[in-house]
Protein backbone atom coordinates (compact mmCIF):
# COMPACT_ATOMS: atom_id res chain seq x y z
CA UNK A 1 0.00 0.00 0.00
CA UNK A 2 0.98 3.13 -0.83
CA UNK A 3 1.46 5.30 1.93
CA UNK A 4 -1.12 8.16 2.61
CA UNK A 5 -0.03 11.39 1.20
CA UNK A 6 0.73 14.44 3.21
CA UNK A 7 -1.30 17.05 2.83
CA UNK A 8 0.26 20.01 1.59
CA UNK A 9 -2.05 22.62 3.04
CA UNK A 10 -0.50 21.53 6.49
CA UNK A 11 -0.28 24.55 8.17
CA UNK A 12 3.26 23.68 9.79
CA UNK A 13 4.99 22.65 6.21
CA UNK A 14 3.97 25.76 4.84
CA UNK A 15 5.28 27.84 7.54
CA UNK A 16 8.68 25.68 7.12
CA UNK A 17 8.25 25.86 2.76
CA UNK A 18 7.82 29.73 3.02
CA UNK A 19 10.27 30.86 5.91
CA UNK A 20 12.95 27.84 5.73
CA UNK A 21 12.93 26.25 2.74
CA UNK A 22 14.51 29.20 0.79
CA UNK A 23 17.31 30.11 2.73
CA UNK A 24 18.55 26.56 3.07
CA UNK A 25 18.67 26.31 -1.11
CA UNK A 26 21.36 28.67 -1.41
CA UNK A 27 23.49 28.05 1.00
CA UNK A 28 23.59 25.11 -0.04
CA UNK A 29 23.92 25.38 -3.18
CA UNK A 30 27.16 28.03 -2.32
CA UNK A 31 28.96 25.33 -0.03
CA UNK A 32 28.53 22.60 -3.02
CA UNK A 33 30.05 24.80 -5.16
CA UNK A 34 33.07 25.83 -3.08
CA UNK A 35 33.74 22.13 -2.45
CA UNK A 36 33.17 21.10 -5.95
CA UNK A 37 35.60 23.98 -7.29
CA UNK A 38 38.60 25.02 -4.61
CA UNK A 39 40.61 27.64 -5.38
CA UNK A 40 43.90 26.74 -7.47
CA UNK A 41 46.94 26.85 -5.58
CA UNK A 42 48.44 30.62 -6.97
CA UNK A 43 44.76 32.19 -5.67
CA UNK A 44 45.35 30.26 -2.07
CA UNK A 45 48.42 31.90 -2.02
CA UNK A 46 47.58 35.15 -2.67
CA UNK A 47 44.92 34.90 -0.09
CA UNK A 48 47.12 33.76 2.50
CA UNK A 49 49.57 36.52 1.73
CA UNK A 50 46.91 38.77 1.72
CA UNK A 51 45.25 37.62 5.06
CA UNK A 52 49.20 37.88 6.64
CA UNK A 53 49.60 41.40 5.62
CA UNK A 54 46.38 42.65 6.59
CA UNK A 55 46.73 41.23 9.94
CA UNK A 56 50.17 42.62 10.46
CA UNK A 57 49.25 46.12 9.59
CA UNK A 58 49.40 48.85 12.12
CA UNK A 59 45.63 49.82 12.40
CA UNK A 60 45.57 53.00 11.17
CA UNK A 61 44.79 55.97 13.77
CA UNK A 62 41.03 56.67 15.37
CA UNK A 63 38.95 59.54 13.66
CA UNK A 64 37.57 61.74 15.32
CA UNK A 65 34.16 59.96 16.40
CA UNK A 66 36.22 56.86 16.42
CA UNK A 67 36.83 55.91 12.33
CA UNK A 68 39.18 53.98 11.69
CA UNK A 69 39.57 53.79 8.56
CA UNK A 70 42.65 55.36 6.01
CA UNK A 71 41.05 58.25 4.82
CA UNK A 72 40.24 59.07 8.49
CA UNK A 73 43.90 58.93 9.38
CA UNK A 74 44.68 61.05 6.81
CA UNK A 75 42.29 63.53 7.79
CA UNK A 76 43.34 63.73 11.24
CA UNK A 77 46.87 64.34 9.71
CA UNK A 78 46.06 67.22 7.31
CA UNK A 79 44.19 69.03 9.82
CA UNK A 80 46.91 68.93 12.41
CA UNK A 81 49.77 70.10 9.67
CA UNK A 82 47.49 71.87 7.69
CA UNK A 83 48.33 69.69 4.49
CA UNK A 84 48.29 66.29 3.78
CA UNK A 85 51.26 64.23 5.89
CA UNK A 86 52.60 62.55 3.16
CA UNK A 87 54.39 65.76 1.35
CA UNK A 88 57.97 65.79 2.89
CA UNK A 89 58.88 68.94 3.91
CA UNK A 90 62.78 69.64 5.27
CA UNK A 91 61.50 69.07 8.94
CA UNK A 92 60.39 65.63 7.90
CA UNK A 93 64.39 64.79 6.02
CA UNK A 94 66.18 66.66 9.10
CA UNK A 95 64.33 63.90 11.53
CA UNK A 96 64.11 60.94 9.43
CA UNK A 97 67.61 60.84 10.52
CA UNK A 98 68.88 60.38 7.23
CA UNK A 99 71.77 62.27 5.14
CA UNK A 100 69.80 62.98 2.25
CA UNK A 101 66.58 63.55 0.97
CA UNK A 102 64.56 60.55 0.05
CA UNK A 103 64.61 59.12 -3.29
CA UNK A 104 62.78 56.47 -5.02
CA UNK A 105 60.69 54.58 -3.35
CA UNK A 106 61.07 56.39 -0.23
CA UNK A 107 59.23 59.52 -1.69
CA UNK A 108 55.93 59.35 -0.17
CA UNK A 109 54.60 63.06 -1.79
CA UNK A 110 51.43 62.18 -3.89
CA UNK A 111 51.98 64.78 -6.66
CA UNK A 112 55.95 66.23 -7.29
CA UNK A 113 58.04 68.37 -10.08
CA UNK A 114 60.03 66.19 -12.25
CA UNK A 115 63.83 67.74 -14.27
CA UNK A 116 63.61 64.99 -16.97
CA UNK A 117 67.05 66.01 -18.83
CA UNK A 118 67.02 69.73 -18.28
CA UNK A 119 62.97 70.45 -18.47
CA UNK A 120 61.03 70.76 -15.64
CA UNK A 121 57.41 69.18 -15.95
CA UNK A 122 54.54 68.68 -13.20
CA UNK A 123 52.85 68.41 -11.45
CA UNK A 124 53.06 64.64 -11.84
CA UNK A 125 51.48 61.58 -9.97
CA UNK A 126 54.65 59.86 -8.24
CA UNK A 127 53.55 56.59 -8.46
CA UNK A 128 53.35 56.89 -11.99
CA UNK A 129 56.64 58.55 -12.64
CA UNK A 130 58.76 55.55 -10.85
CA UNK A 131 56.20 53.36 -13.35
CA UNK A 132 58.46 55.07 -16.08
CA UNK A 133 62.02 54.91 -14.75
CA UNK A 134 64.12 52.69 -16.83
CA UNK A 135 66.28 50.40 -14.94
CA UNK A 136 69.66 52.72 -14.82
CA UNK A 137 67.11 55.66 -13.54
CA UNK A 138 66.64 56.89 -10.15
CA UNK A 139 64.16 59.41 -8.89
CA UNK A 140 66.01 61.60 -6.38
CA UNK A 141 64.21 64.59 -4.41
CA UNK A 142 66.40 67.92 -5.04
CA UNK A 143 64.08 70.28 -2.87
CA UNK A 144 61.75 69.50 -0.38
CA UNK A 145 57.55 70.22 -0.59
CA UNK A 146 57.33 73.91 0.68
CA UNK A 147 53.43 74.31 1.95
CA UNK A 148 51.78 77.08 1.15
CA UNK A 149 51.73 80.33 4.37
CA UNK A 150 49.41 82.94 2.74
CA UNK A 151 50.89 85.28 6.11
CA UNK A 152 54.22 85.44 4.49
CA UNK A 153 53.50 86.44 1.16
CA UNK A 154 52.84 82.31 -0.01
CA UNK A 155 49.63 81.74 -0.85
CA UNK A 156 50.20 78.80 -2.82
CA UNK A 157 52.41 75.52 -1.87
CA UNK A 158 55.00 74.71 -3.74
CA UNK A 159 55.54 71.12 -5.18
CA UNK A 160 58.57 68.82 -4.40
CA UNK A 161 61.13 68.69 -6.92
CA UNK A 162 62.49 65.56 -8.29
CA UNK A 163 65.15 64.71 -11.25
CA UNK A 164 65.42 61.14 -12.89
CA UNK A 165 69.77 60.48 -13.14
CA UNK A 166 71.50 57.94 -13.92
CA UNK A 167 72.60 55.91 -11.38
CA UNK A 168 75.84 55.32 -12.47
CA UNK A 169 76.76 58.82 -13.56
CA UNK A 170 75.09 59.57 -10.13
CA UNK A 171 77.30 57.46 -7.92
CA UNK A 172 80.55 58.69 -9.85
CA UNK A 173 79.21 62.78 -8.75
CA UNK A 174 78.69 61.72 -5.14
CA UNK A 175 82.26 59.88 -5.09
CA UNK A 176 83.81 62.87 -6.50
CA UNK A 177 81.97 65.33 -4.13
CA UNK A 178 83.34 62.75 -0.72
CA UNK A 179 86.82 62.95 -1.98
CA UNK A 180 86.83 66.32 -2.40
CA UNK A 181 85.17 67.29 0.88
CA UNK A 182 88.02 64.59 2.22
CA UNK A 183 90.53 66.23 0.83
CA UNK A 184 89.48 69.76 2.53
CA UNK A 185 89.48 68.52 5.61
CA UNK A 186 92.60 70.03 7.60
CA UNK A 187 93.22 72.31 5.45
CA UNK A 188 93.33 75.72 6.82
CA UNK A 189 90.91 78.35 5.66
CA UNK A 190 91.74 81.53 4.16
CA UNK A 191 90.84 84.97 6.03
CA UNK A 192 91.29 88.84 4.44
CA UNK A 193 91.55 91.96 6.25
CA UNK A 194 91.81 95.22 3.94
CA UNK A 195 92.86 98.23 5.61
CA UNK A 196 94.31 101.53 4.83
CA UNK A 197 97.38 103.48 5.36
CA UNK A 198 96.17 105.98 7.31
CA UNK A 199 93.74 103.86 9.61
CA UNK A 200 92.81 105.14 12.97
CA UNK A 201 94.39 103.73 16.30
CA UNK A 202 91.25 102.31 17.58
CA UNK A 203 90.46 100.40 13.97
CA UNK A 204 94.02 99.48 13.83
CA UNK A 205 94.00 97.46 17.06
CA UNK A 206 90.37 95.95 16.05
CA UNK A 207 92.43 94.91 12.67
CA UNK A 208 94.88 93.38 14.76
CA UNK A 209 93.00 91.32 17.48
CA UNK A 210 90.84 89.53 14.66
CA UNK A 211 94.13 88.93 12.73
CA UNK A 212 95.58 87.28 15.88
CA UNK A 213 92.13 85.31 16.65
CA UNK A 214 92.08 84.02 13.21
CA UNK A 215 96.24 82.87 13.30
CA UNK A 216 95.29 81.54 16.95
CA UNK A 217 92.82 79.42 14.92
CA UNK A 218 95.67 77.69 12.63
CA UNK A 219 94.11 80.00 9.75
CA UNK A 220 95.17 81.71 6.77
CA UNK A 221 94.81 85.64 6.57
CA UNK A 222 95.85 87.55 3.76
CA UNK A 223 96.55 91.74 5.13
CA UNK A 224 95.98 93.93 1.91
CA UNK A 225 96.79 97.80 3.20
CA UNK A 226 96.39 100.06 0.56
CA UNK A 227 95.89 103.87 -0.14
CA UNK A 228 92.09 104.87 -0.01
CA UNK A 229 90.84 107.26 -2.41
CA UNK A 230 90.39 110.46 -1.51
CA UNK A 231 91.91 110.18 1.99
CA UNK A 232 94.51 111.48 4.19
CA UNK A 233 98.10 110.40 2.65
CA UNK A 234 100.62 109.43 4.90
CA UNK A 235 104.78 109.41 4.51
CA UNK A 236 106.70 106.54 4.81
CA UNK A 237 107.43 106.45 8.14
CA UNK A 238 103.88 106.49 8.93
CA UNK A 239 103.41 103.14 6.56
CA UNK A 240 106.58 101.15 7.96
CA UNK A 241 104.67 101.59 11.17
CA UNK A 242 101.42 99.88 10.02
CA UNK A 243 103.58 97.14 8.65
CA UNK A 244 105.64 96.61 11.92
CA UNK A 245 102.43 96.48 14.05
CA UNK A 246 101.29 94.15 11.90
CA UNK A 247 104.38 91.76 12.28
CA UNK A 248 104.54 92.06 15.83
CA UNK A 249 101.34 90.72 16.27
CA UNK A 250 102.20 87.66 14.00
CA UNK A 251 104.94 87.05 16.53
CA UNK A 252 102.42 87.74 19.32
CA UNK A 253 100.43 84.86 18.49
CA UNK A 254 103.03 82.53 17.00
CA UNK A 255 102.21 82.81 13.43
CA UNK A 256 104.60 83.26 10.63
CA UNK A 257 104.76 84.62 6.96
CA UNK A 258 104.00 81.74 4.81
CA UNK A 259 105.88 83.45 1.59
CA UNK A 260 107.38 87.26 0.82
CA UNK A 261 105.19 90.18 0.81
CA UNK A 262 104.14 91.82 -2.47
CA UNK A 263 103.42 95.06 -3.45
CA UNK A 264 104.81 98.64 -1.92
CA UNK A 265 105.03 100.17 1.30
CA UNK A 266 103.14 103.15 1.45
CA UNK A 267 101.40 101.75 -2.12
CA UNK A 268 99.23 98.52 -2.69
CA UNK A 269 100.90 95.74 0.12
CA UNK A 270 99.97 92.47 0.77
CA UNK A 271 101.12 90.05 3.89
CA UNK A 272 100.67 86.27 3.56
CA UNK A 273 100.37 84.94 6.80
CA UNK A 274 99.97 81.73 8.45
CA UNK A 275 98.64 80.32 11.72
CA UNK A 276 100.61 78.23 14.12
CA UNK A 277 99.86 74.28 13.34
CA UNK A 278 99.01 72.28 16.27
Same mark, same amino acid.
Request: hydrophobic share 30%; aromatic share 6%.
Given at each position: ?177 ? !?? *?? #? ?5 ? &??? %?? /? ?60 ? !?? *?? #? ?5 ? &??? %?? /? ?5
Amino acid at each position: MRPMPQCVYNSRRALYRVFVSPSEAPALSILSRLQLSPLPAPHRNALAATQVRRYAAKPPARGPRGQTSVAAAQQLAHDNRGFDKRYTTQQDIARSGRDRPPQDHEITDPQIMVIDNGATEGPLATSFVLTRLEPHESLRMVQPYVPADPKNGRPGAQWAVCKIVNKRDEYERQKQLK !EK *KK #AGVGKPK &TKE %LE /LTWAIGEHDLATKMRQMGQFLGKGMKVEVLVARKKGGKQVDGKEAEGVVRRIRDEVDKVGGR !EG *KS #ASGAVGG &TYR %LY /LEGKQN
